[in-house]
Each structure stands twice: as C-alpha cells, then as structure tokens.
C-alpha cells in the first residue's frame, strides 16, 4: 500500500462502525425502529421522529447514479493526480444516498440511473473507502 495523501475521513464513535464495517466488506446503514427512516450518515437520533431506538443494517451495496460530475482539470492539490475523477451522489436500493467516486468505467458513458454497485478501497489500515463501479443490468 502507498502512502495515502489525499484527505482522510475523521472517525467518531459514530462513523467507527461504519468503517469498521467497509473494513470487512459491509455497507452499513442505520434504520430507525420507531418509524422505519433509513438513515445515512450514521446519526445517534432518528431525523424523523427524534427517536435513539436506530438499528444497524447492512445494504446490498446496490444503487443507481442519482447525479455526478466528472473532474478533468482544477482539482484541489491533492486530487490533481486522480484526474479525471468522478465524483457522484449514488441513490442506493435501501433508499439512502452516499457520495463517493465512480470508479473502473469510462466516464464518457456515466448518465444519471446508472446501476452501480460498491467496492471497497483500503487506503490505509484503519480506513476502507467504499467506492462505486458501474453493474450490469439486473437480467
Ligand atoms: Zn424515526
């Protein structure tokens, strides 16, 4: 593994079980028990209904393109490299939305609905960051 330069998600007790779960292949997502919200970034009450009572669940990692952009040039310094990149909010099955990059595809066929599905990229020993490549179509 290189040396990881590019900015690092900060890990709170909250945000530990999610990358702790990236880290062992699991999308994790919270659901509260109270009112049925799915919620996405882990929260401690539900944005709903104002209930702690949240359970933790694992998504099938599935979900379509709901918008993106594609980075070419003027990246900040520490994606300068990275370019092009894709950058994408994903509208996931269980009904959360995640931002992360597109990755393994041509960037000149991304549109908007298409199905994707997570991979994981450990960027150092603590963190797993869960990123999108294009699936095909369910048959
Ligand atoms: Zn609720």
């Not at 919270?30 to 009112?35: D, G, P, V």
């Not at 991304?110 to 963190?127: A, G, H, K, N, S």
């Amino acid at each position: 593994m290189t040396e990881y330069t590019k900015p690092l998600p900060l890990i709170t007790d909250l945000s530990r079980v999610f990358y702790d779960g990236c880290k062992e292949r699991k999308l994790l997502y919270q659901q509260c028990r109270e009112c049925g919200e799915v919620i996405f970034f882990p929260k401690k009450i539900c944005s709903n209904c104002m209930s702690r009572d949240l359970e933790w669940k694992q998504s099938q990692g599935r979900g379509k393109i709901h918008s993106f952009t594609v980075t070419y040039s003027y990246a900040p310094p520490e994606f300068a490299k990275d370019t092009p990149y894709a950058l994408s909010i994903i509208a996931m099955d269980e009904g959360f939305y995640i931002m992360s990059n597109i990755v393994d595809c041509d960037f000149d066929k991304l549109v908007c609905d298409l199905p994707v599905e997570v991979v994981f990229q450990p960027v150092t020993p603590d963190i797993t960051l869960p990123k999108f490549r294009p699936r095909p179509p369910a048959r």
